[in-house]
């Protein structure tokens, strides 16, 4: 935490002239795809829920993990910045300028992805699919245009071919 708390102290006086109370800061293991989110604090019991600025673990075991790190939290930082000026803290256009002029990214360079652990075959072309989880009834989308107005066939439906093992790449 205090690796979070000296980056946000940097980037509070550079960009943000000492005017942020420093919120909850914290690594989050179980973010993947972001490499931070910001998450507002109650206005009405400050002290109760306070704003809190997380930031993904596995940044840290990136070569370049200071400068995604900083990066990730100016961003955040940006959406604590508009929220405490009661201004719209999404990806706005007055954020993309304070971006912008801070040299911040707006998209994640090493999203961490989960790895596929199902491959799903149409029954009737033979096209394979590969899925994260398991499906619900879903049907070959080319077979459906092709031979069925794009409409949903239970001709086409996607058949749960294997399972993925560990060890094996798709």
């Known amino acids: 935490m205090q690796e979070l708390l000296r980056f946000f102290e940097k980037i509070n006086l550079a960009h943000f002239d000492g ?11 179980r973010l993947r795809t972001s490499a931070g989110r910001f ?3 109650s206005r009405k019991f400050p002290r109760e829920l306070s704003p809190i600025i997380e930031v993904a673990s596995y940044l840290q075991e990136e070569p370049e993990a200071t400068t995604l790190i900083e990066n990730t939290i100016g961003h955040e930082m940006i959406h604590y910045w508009l929220w405490v000026r009661r201004q719209p803290y999404g990806h706005t256009s007055e954020f993309l300028e304070k971006m912008r002029q801070m040299g911040v990214s707006r998209y994640n360079p090493v999203p961490r992805r989960r790895p596929y ?49 560990a060890a094996e790449v798709v």
Request: a positive charge.
């Open 39 to 41: 998450i507002p604090g």
């Open 117 to 165: 652990r199902y491959i799903y075959r149409c029954s009737f072309c033979g096209t394979e699919f590969p899925a994260r989880r398991k499906l619900g009834p879903l049907a070959c989308a080319r077979c459906c245009k092709e031979h069925s107005q794009g409409r949903y066939d239970v001709r086409f439906k996607l058949q749960l071919h294997r399972r993925v093992e």
């Open 19 to 29: 005017f942020l109370e420093v919120p909850r800061l914290r690594w989050n293991p």
